[in-house]
């Protein structure tokens, strides 16, 4: 007789719920472990521009190859998939990347909802961890697990793992590393729950703790008015993609790869300043110093390094980066 309080077969019984690549990992290492998964969600396919159709998020993408049963509902609130999601009798949800559930989806699964979040939470909640953590000169971040509850990534903490920022690594790198190290940490959790060795503990109270809200146009403006440090971490935490962007003679120009030089600011500079290095390298002037550019992407083109850039563009003696308006 299989049990009925979470434990054996019906135990390892789950709902998947995600979209992009980052959660990808998470749904295979799962179906590696042997959790039954009789029912994904992702978000609804996008246009893929040009008159290419519909694209498929990674996750809609990896179902349909593998033949797993997939919804990618607008509505959460739906009573219909309400019905569906209480017929497939799974003890637990597990989100990654996903959105928001509404409580009224947070009351469905028997066990509960597990979230993986890229952060050291309390934390960074929000939207976007990774990209803030860097942008706030942080050395460290990390990942947690934990029940989802009715609040923005404020429910039990079920487990942690830190791991180290590097001084110039990039949002894209680091998300990388975290994507392989989430599912490591998930797979531990879901058996740390299925076994009954795991439980949730509440979430540290404490105040100054930071946020992480939607990265939106302003977060990418660069003011090379603003000092070295920050600029830099700015840049790293938005590349490869949004990208921090300036512009330059009035076009938009995105700035992906920087690091720090020791050179002084020439006499007269001002802030973002186009100038030659020693080196025969492109540096910007800072508020407090210079940064040398080694990656840029000018509008309606791809990637170029700064020697390439500069040979097409031919900046003036004096011509400046200036903030996007």
């Known amino acids: 007789m299989v049990a009925n309080d979470g434990t054996g077969a019906r135990g390892r019984r789950l709902v998947f719920m995600g979209s992009p690549g980052f959660a990808l990992p998470c749904l295979q290492a799962l179906l590696e472990d042997g959790w039954d998964v009789p029912l994904v969600l992702s978000q609804p396919d996008r246009p893929a521009g040009r008159g290419r159709g519909s694209r498929p998020t990674e996750i809609s993408a990896f179902a349909r190859e593998r033949g797993l049963a997939l919804e990618t509902p607008v509505d959460l609130e739906d009573p219909g998939l309400h019905e569906r999601l209480k017929a497939v009798d799974a003890p637990w949800f597990v989100v990654v990347a996903y959105r928001l559930l509404p409580a009224s989806v ?73 994507m392989h190290a989430g599912a490591q940490l998930l797979r531990a959790t879901m058996d740390g729950l299925d ?48 990208g921090a962007q300036c512009q330059f003679r009035g076009r938009r120009l995105q700035i992906l790869a920087t690091r720090k030089t020791d050179e002084t600011v ?34 309606g083109k791809g990637p170029q390094e700064a020697s390439a850039w500069l040979n097409g563009a031919r900046p003036l003696p004096g011509e400046r980066l200036l903030p996007v308006e």
């Open 106 to 178: 947070l009351a469905l699964p028997g066990r509960g909802a597990v979230n993986l979040h890229a952060s050291l939470l309390p934390d960074f909640r929000g939207a976007a961890p990774i990209q803030r953590a860097i942008m706030a000169g942080c050395s460290r971040s990390g990942l947690s697990t934990f029940l989802l509850s009715p609040g923005v990534d404020t429910g039990p903490l079920l487990m942690q793992k830190e791991i180290e920022i590097g001084p110039d690594e990039t949002g894209g790198q680091l998300h990388d590393r975290m």
């Open 195 to 242: 076994a009954g060795t795991l439980t949730g503990k509440p979430q540290a109270q404490r105040d100054g703790l930071r946020r992480a809200p939607k990265l939106g146009p302003r977060t990418r403006r660069l003011d090379f008015s603003r000092p070295l440090q920050g600029l830099h971490d700015r840049i790293r935490a938005l590349a490869p993609a949004p």
């Open 266 to 299: 020439p006499q007269g500079c001002l802030p973002g300043e186009l100038v030659l290095l020693a080196s025969g390298g492109l540096a910007i002037v800072c508020g407090d110093g210079l940064l040398e550019c080694l990656l840029l992407k000018p509008e």
